[in-house]
Structures are given as structure tokens and as C-alpha cells.
């Protein structure tokens, strides 16, 4: 049973730019959450994906969004990226309606410039 | 507004003593509370969880205990090990069907020290 994987580990952009991160969920999964760990915070959650629609949605506006394609794995796209969109970048999979066992990948590490 | 808190950031405890971590939250709609262990470069680890229909679950070394009048959980780990050395944190949900979103707290950083 292969667990949650994401890429790329770090990445560095300049602001203004646009970036994509991407997340395989754990086999057996078919809900995807992403959350934004800040330096010294503990994670933020995003959004939830669930059969490829957005399934709830945190405080982050629109311009992070994202997809699950049909395979359960995930994108998180973030445009016209600020200073303080640099953190650590979590996706976690489950079981939809699972109220635990969620498995939270290494993250991506994003810094802005 | 921080809807979960962790006010200690930091433990140090003496290897084969208890560690108690504290956790209060502030929304009476959480029903369901889990703690999560983080080592460095790593995603965070899923530990153990309680309902709010519990007031304590155990697993092994690990105890949680949950207060709901007081909106207080404590995580107990006994003894303590050097590997339980990481970052600790508290997460809380409310039943929402088709959304488990996890409100996290900040965190609290624990030494085991040998």
C-alpha cells in the first residue's frame, strides 16, 4: 500500500508568478484536502476535493484553486503568488466520510522571492 | 480566531516520565478531536483520537483525555521515549457531512531527554 506522495519537495518562485504542486493519494482514498502550514503555525486547511469536485473550502481566496482528476490524485494551482505564500504545503488523503485516518504527505516546501 | 490552541509550544521531558500535552478549543461544534505527530521533513503522522461522546482512548503508551465542559484534551504519553521526540499537534472536526475539515492548533514542540 503505497502512501501519499507529493511534488516537487522545494520549489522557489517569484512573486507574481503562478505554481502547480501536485499529490497522489494513498491507494484506496478517494478525497483529497490541502492545507498551508506557515512557519510556526500549524496547517491551514485550503480546500477538500471529492469525485473531482471542491468539497469545501477554507479562508484562501480564489486564487488557489485545484483539481482531482479521475485517478483520485490532485493539483493545487496558486497564481499571482506572494511573499506570504511561502510555506509548507500539505495534501492529505482519506476516506470520504471517514472522521479519521487521514495521510498527510511530506508536503512541498514553496518560498516566493 | 484560533479555534484550537496549543499554549505550550515547547516540553522537555525526562525519558520514562509522563508527557502531558494540552489542547484547548473554543467551538462547541468540534465533536470529534485527533492528535497528530510531526518529525521534520516528514507529513504529520496520525496518533490517536477521541469522540465527543468519550472522555478518555487509550492506545498503548498513549492516553487522550477530553474535558468537554471545560473545551480541554490532553494527550498523556507514558513512558516517554527519545523517538517521541517531534512536534505534537492537536486537530479538531465537526460532523459536516462530505467535509472533514481538521482545524489544527500551533503546536508544541517535545524533547524527551535522555
Known amino acids: 500500500e503505497t502512501g501519499v506522495t507529493q511534488s516537487p519537495t522545494h520549489l522557489i518562485k517569484t512573486r507574481g508568478q503562478q505554481v502547480t504542486l501536485r499529490c497522489s493519494s494513498q491507494s484506496g482514498h478517494n478525497t483529497v484536502s490541502w492545507y498551508q502550514q506557515a512557519l510556526g503555525q500549524g496547517p491551514q486547511f485550503i480546500f477538500q476535493y471529492y469525485r473531482e469536485e471542491e468539497n469545501g473550502r477554507g479562508n484562501f481566496p480564489p486564487r488557489f484553486s485545484g483539481l482531482q482528476f479521475p485517478n483520485y490524485s490532485s493539483e493545487l494551482n496558486v497564481n499571482a503568488l506572494e511573499l506570504d505564500d511561502s510555506a509548507l504545503y500539505l495534501c492529505?488523503?482519506?476516506?470520504?466520510?471517514?472522521?479519521?485516518?487521514?495521510?498527510f504527505g511530506s508536503g512541498t516546501r514553496l518560498t516566493v522571492v | 480566531d484560533q479555534q484550537v490552541k496549543q499554549n505550550s509550544p515547547s516540553l522537555s521531558v525526562q525519558e520514562g516520565r509522563i508527557s502531558i500535552l494540552n489542547c484547548d478549543y473554543t467551538n462547541s461544534m468540534f465533536d470529534y478531536f485527533l492528535w497528530y505527530k510531526k518529525y521534520p521533513a516528514e507529513g504529520p503522522t496520525f496518533l490517536i483520537s477521541?469522540?465527543?461522546?468519550?472522555d478518555k482512548n487509550e492506545d498503548g503508551r498513549f492516553t487522550v483525555f477530553l474535558n468537554k465542559s471545560a473545551k480541554h484534551l490532553s494527550l498523556h504519553i507514558v513512558p516517554s521515549q527519545p523517538g517521541d521526540s517531534a512536534v505534537y499537534f492537536c486537530a479538531a472536526s465537526a460532523a459536516n457531512f462530505g467535509n472533514e475539515k481538521l482545524t489544527f492548533g500551533t503546536g508544541t514542540r517535545l524533547t524527551i531527554i535522555p
Open positions: 477521541i469522540s465527543s461522546i468519550k
Open positions: 492529505a488523503s482519506s476516506l470520504q466520510g471517514a472522521r479519521y485516518g487521514y495521510t
